[in-house]
């Protein structure tokens, strides 16, 4: 099936889980996702919603296919079926960087860092978005392209020291050390203005305090409206700050709900959180 | 990314009084000649170097459009009695337009294909300038006008190119230090990240690449007219991997590295003489040495001698009151 | 006319080979050497000093000229490629390779001299033997040897199998227990070995040229372009179609446009079919 008649079709809704509502104004979601290599389905049939001010959780074992949908969500990979949307506006065909620019920021398992450059220079990439000048007004250095840049770095400058990055922001990005990195990319996200932050395995590495530090910066980043999609392995985090989790098995979803409901669901421990 | 000459405003003065007052200073005209010849070699390199150097587009094959470039002049001011200020701009325009149409298609490539299709188009220059004898004086050559007065003299045309190349030098200063330079070095460095904030990678591309096809068609333009007399022999591989090697060893991510690399290998071969004769092999072995051992760029070991902070580990300390004014200052999509 | 297609053919059967050469190399280490053509322009010019210089019989220098290739290419594996795969910048392999065929290419010049030299004959032939010249017939029996012999490496000895799982997924390979370092050693040394078989074959058609080294860089290239890299058929046919439409367009609008046709060739394969022919590599940025 055309995954843009999918969209176009009035019943779908009928179709739905009932967990994924119908009127979500401004919310990411994802219908039916399926996404196969060959004949192993990665992920299969997914259905979820991010909503603005919401941290939702994304969990599951190893190969569940977590971070497989975040890279559908954002457009690294294409859907197979199926469709994604912000609000109503379809974005399944969408490029990375077209979503980017439509509200979506991410950050890698990895992280994606310019290591040559500075702390700051590397959040000030996250600016992009909002530039319009181009090469020629670059070279020239116009007023408009110069204004662009001071007003990208002042906001680069308060979102670092923001996340506690403050006494580093000089710094060549390769000399940070691993939880610095991780801040580093989750500012760089920031910067961008985005609607919605997803992050992959941010915890992945952290300390005990690190990862406080994390869920101090998350609940703020929903705070102000965001909606974070966290995908995570650190399971006593995810219970703690989400507001709703989706957990995925073989790439399918087993259960969703509030995080007591997860944590509590008998397939869900058998299949991942242990007895 | 912090302007070199930000801490060293008095080191930047100096040098240029010195640069400027060179035809002064210069022990003999054949040095202010060389000195030209570096500047117009810079004209190039610089804007080569923001797609090599930032961009990390391996354009090995870049001479053909510097041949393109003199061949438009010469042919423009010597044959066709065109204005020589009105050839060198065309020069540069028909040299920015062939690179834009060698980077249509090129530009989609994966690295080691769009390098070899830069070395491809280097080679089909020279070949098709004997071909088309009639136009360029095929293997024979064709000589080149020299610019009209006031820039005649030795002195003179060092400043005139000079000129051409701090033009290009600031453009390139500019382009780097603003937000458009940053989304070069992500396109080299990490392509994903790039994509995630949202760069267009082929936009992005041909803008800069067209960029060194103006800056390689003037800056074959003025060499060209240095030289009085071109043939396809004068721009061959060679002279092309020269270019590139100029940036790879000045490093990386700098003007000031590649400015010093083209300098130095100019200006080594004169001053020792057995280096002269193994040319091209020396050239090699410096890529290969800075390649295994230095890659950042011999550049990069100035960086040595500043005061390094030492690696110890920061505590991340968010501030959340900040970081919520912050993100709600944010403009609502 | 004949002459003009054998020609065509028996080039093409070297870009072919060179091709190959590509093949064997990326397969194992995912870069493609500036360094392939070099291999060739060695093994041809060491071939016609070990015979006209040094005197040896044919045999002899034929093994000579292999073991040369083959030594260039450990030479350039060890040099050029190890150590720059360990850190994850994938441009500078395409420097140090670039820069280690300058200097071969450079000494080459500066031992050798910048004029191509004869390369004499391997067996006792009438100079106007024509369509039979073995001029044409050793570069053509060379590849097909040569794409039988890897055949037979790969589907029969154990050595190719490992090698082919090395290809196919090097992390898969290096679990189990497979030293994937070594395996790359080897496929350089057999590239090497293989270019060398093939310049010396080659010798008569191209002279003993030390430019012949970037030409073939990119001639090899454009062979695996059009065919599809990975495929070794698919290097045998970009290599032939590459070699025909040269001697042809040479023959009918003369040798002036040579360069300008084969990489018009490369250039709409690029746009239309960027995965060649044969290839099943997907050629992507990310």
């Given at each position: ?275 | ?333 | ?22 093949n064997v190399m990326y397969s194992t280490s995912k870069v493609l050497s500036v360094t392939t053509g070099h291999i060739f322009m060695l093994s041809g010019v060491f071939g016609a000093y070990f015979m006209t210089i040094l005197g040896l019989p044919a045999w002899l220098a034929f093994a000579g000229a292999v073991a040369v290739g083959m030594t260039f290419g450990m030479v350039t594996e060890l040099v050029a490629v190890r150590r720059i795969l ?201």
């Amino acid at each position: 099936m055309n995954a843009r008649e999918n969209t176009l079709r009035k019943d779908v809704s009928a179709a739905l889980p009932a967990h994924v509502s119908k009127a979500a104004a401004a919310a990411l979601s994802a219908r039916d996702v399926t996404r196969s290599f060959g004949a192993v389905k990665a992920v299969d049939s997914v259905s979820l919603q991010l909503r603005p001010g919401e941290i939702h959780g994304l969990i599951g074992p190893n190969g569940s296919g977590k971070t497989t949908m975040l890279n559908l969500l954002c457009g690294f990979y294409p859907v197979t079926s199926g469709n994604i949307a912000i609000g109503s506006r379809d974005v399944t065909a969408a490029t990375v960087q077209q979503r980017s620019a439509a509200g979506i920021a991410r950050t890698f398992q990895k992280p994606r860092l310019l290591n040559s450059l500075s702390v700051l220079d590397n959040a000030m990439l996250g600016g992009w978005n909002s530039t319009r000048s181009g090469f020629l007004a670059a070279a020239l250095a116009t007023p408009r392209a110069r204004r662009e840049n001071a007003d990208i770095r002042a906001r680069a400058e308060e979102i670092l020291c923001g996340v506690g990055l403050r006494e580093v922001l000089d710094r060549p990005a390769g000399n940070l050390d691993h939880a610095e990195q991780r801040f580093l990319e989750i500012a760089r996200s920031l910067v961008a203005q985005p609607s919605f932050l997803l992050l992959d395995e941010p915890a992945g590495g952290l300390t005990e305090h690190e990862i406080a530090q994390l869920a101090a910066v998350v609940g703020t980043v929903r705070n102000a409206g965001i909606g974070v999609l966290l995908v995570e392995h650190h399971t006593d985090f995810v219970f703690k700050i989400c507001d709703r989790v989706t957990t995925l098995n073989l790439g399918a979803t087993i259960k969703h709900g509030t995080p007591d409901e997860v944590r509590n669901d008998p397939e869900v421990i058998a299949v991942y959180l242990g007895a | 990314m912090k302007p070199i000459s930000s801490s060293r405003p008095v080191l930047l003065v100096l040098s240029l009084v010195a640069l400027v007052s060179l035809p002064f200073w210069a022990p003999d005209e054949y040095k202010i000649h060389l000195a030209t010849l570096i500047a117009a070699y810079w004209v190039l390199i610089g804007g080569l170097n923001l797609a090599v150097g930032y961009t990390g587009l391996l354009s090995i094959g870049h001479v053909g459009l510097f041949a393109i470039g003199a061949y438009a002049f010469a042919i423009l001011a010597g044959t066709h009695d065109v204005h020589p200020y009105v050839a060198l701009a065309a020069a540069g325009g028909i040299g920015g337009l062939c690179g834009l149409l060698l980077g249509l298609p090129s530009l989609r490539l994966p690295g080691f294909y769009f390098a070899m299709a830069t070395m491809a188009f280097g080679m089909i220059v020279g070949e098709l300038s004997l071909a088309f004898d009639g136009l360029t004086g095929g293997g024979a050559g064709i000589s080149v006008p020299a610019f009209p007065a006031p820039f005649d003299k030795p002195a003179t045309v060092f400043w005139l190119v000079l000129s051409l190349a701090a033009i290009v030098t600031v453009m390139t200063w500019n382009v780097a230090r603003l937000m458009f330079g940053r989304s070069l070095v992500a396109l080299r460095d990490s392509e994903v990240a790039a994509a995630a904030v949202g760069i267009p990678f082929y936009r992005t591309k041909l803008a800069v690449y067209s960029f060194s096809g103006v800056t390689a068609g003037v800056g074959g333009a003025v060499f060209a007219s240095l030289q009085t007399y071109i043939t396809p022999e004068t721009f061959v591989f060679d002279l092309g991997m020269f270019f590139f090697i100029c940036i790879i060893i000045g490093g990386r991510g700098s003007i000031l590295g590649p400015l010093l690399g083209t300098i130095a290998l100019t200006a080594l071969p004169e001053v020792a003489a057995p280096l002269a004769k193994l040319g091209q092999f020396f050239y090699g072995i410096v890529l290969l040495l800075v390649v295994l051992l230095v890659p950042e760029g011999i550049g990069s070991v100035f960086h040595l001698f500043r005061k390094q902070p030492a690696k110890t580990k920061h505590v991340v300390k968010p501030e959340l009151e900040l970081l919520s004014t912050a993100l709600r200052k944010g403009a609502a999509r | 006319m004949f002459a003009v297609l054998m020609t065509g053919v028996a080039m093409g059967c070297l870009y072919a080979a060179a091709g190959l050469a590509y093949n064997v190399m990326y397969s194992t280490s995912k870069v493609l050497s500036v360094t392939t053509g070099h291999i060739f322009m060695l093994s041809g010019v060491f071939g016609a000093y070990f015979m006209t210089i040094l005197g040896l019989p044919a045999w002899l220098a034929f093994a000579g000229a292999v073991a040369v290739g083959m030594t260039f290419g450990m030479v350039t594996e060890l040099v050029a490629v190890r150590r720059i795969l360990a850190r994850s910048d994938e441009h500078l392999w395409l420097l140090s390779t670039l820069a280690l065929g300058t200097i071969v290419a450079q000494s080459v010049a500066l031992w050798w001299g910048t004029e191509p030299r004869p390369f004499p004959r391997l067996f006792a032939q009438d100079s106007a033997s024509g369509v039979a010249d073995q001029k044409y017939w050793l570069p053509i029996v060379a590849v097909l040897v040569l794409m039988a012999a890897l055949e037979c490496f790969y589907r029969k000895t154990l050595f190719g199998k490992v090698f082919l799982a090395v290809a196919e997924d090097p992390f898969a390979a290096r679990a189990r227990g497979i030293a994937t370092s070594r395996v790359r050693a080897a496929s350089y040394a057999i590239a090497g070995a293989m270019g060398g078989v093939a310049g010396f074959a080659a010798g008569q058609l191209t002279f003993a040229n030390f430019a012949l080294g970037h030409m073939l860089t990119l001639s090899g290239f454009i062979a695996v372009a059009v065919g599809g890299l990975g495929s070794n058929i698919g290097a045998l046919v970009g290599g032939i179609s590459l070699g025909l439409l040269t001697a042809i367009t040479s023959y009918y609008f003369g040798g002036e446009f040579q360069q300008t046709i084969a990489v018009g060739l490369l250039m709409v394969f690029l746009l239309l079919k960027p995965e060649g022919l044969f290839g099943n590599q997907k050629v992507r940025h990310v």
